[in-house]
């Protein structure tokens, strides 16, 4: 299992306000697979890449408006720290802990 493998409990500062969810990552070397699963329903990754102790990746908004989320984020022990750029709509931080 690689350090950035786990369900994170995660709060992202969006313009609509925080938005809590749960992001699981699952690794296979340099890439990832997994769901973000909260306020606004479950986005998929797509194009996960894995770097280390680094995540990148993009996911599809489809409501309230469609957009595509470009993501990344770091991990250091069991804290998430990135940021989701929100196309137009700049960029919002992302923060989590490790809950399994």
Do not use: Q, Y
């Amino acid at each position: 299992m690689s350090v950035v493998d786990g369900d994170w409990e995660c709060v992202t500062d969006t313009p609509m306000g925080s938005m809590r969810s749960t992001f699981t990552v699952r690794s296979d070397g340099g890439t990832f697979t997994g769901v973000n699963a909260g306020d606004l329903g479950s986005l998929d990754v797509i194009d996960g890449r894995v770097d280390g102790n680094r995540l990148m990746w993009t996911m599809k908004l489809t409501k309230p408006m469609a957009i595509d989320l470009h993501a990344s984020a770091t991990i250091e022990g069991d804290t998430l720290k990135g940021d989701v750029k929100l196309g137009g709509f700049g960029s919002a931080p992302m923060r989590g802990t490790r809950v399994g």
